[in-house]
């Protein structure tokens, strides 16, 4: 029974981010589950944003996350993710 309550515990508590992510992997991970299909979009309009606000590094940070969700989602032989922000 002490098993049982023990494996229960363990499937309810909250696991931290895997340390093993670096700071874009988890961010695409995160919008690919939050946003589905929406994530490659929502993240080159991140980088747009930050593009239009002067923040150079912002951009750079959210095209890599819209590459990276690219890989994870298989659209890496796609010709829209090659393109740049403008």
């Known amino acids: 029974m002490l ?5 229960i515990r363990q499937l309810f508590r909250r696991q ?5 992510l670096t700071v874009i992997e988890y961010e695409a991970v995160s ?7 929406a ?6 309009e991140q980088a747009e944003y930050c593009l239009s ?3 150079e590094a912002g ?11 690219a890989r994870r989602t298989g659209m890496m032989s796609s ?3 090659r393109e740049q922000p403008r």
Do not use: M, N
């Not at 931290?16 to 093993?20: K, S």
């Open 16 to 20: 931290p981010p895997a340390a093993d």
């Open 53 to 55: 606000q002067g923040s």
């Open 3 to 7: 098993k049982l309550f023990h494996r």
């Open 59 to 69: 951009c750079r940070f959210w095209s890599d996350v819209a590459v990276e969700v």
């Open 79 to 81: 010709r829209r993710t």
């Open 39 to 44: 994530a490659y979009e929502r993240a080159r």
């Open 31 to 37: 919008l690919i589950a939050y946003e589905e299909r």
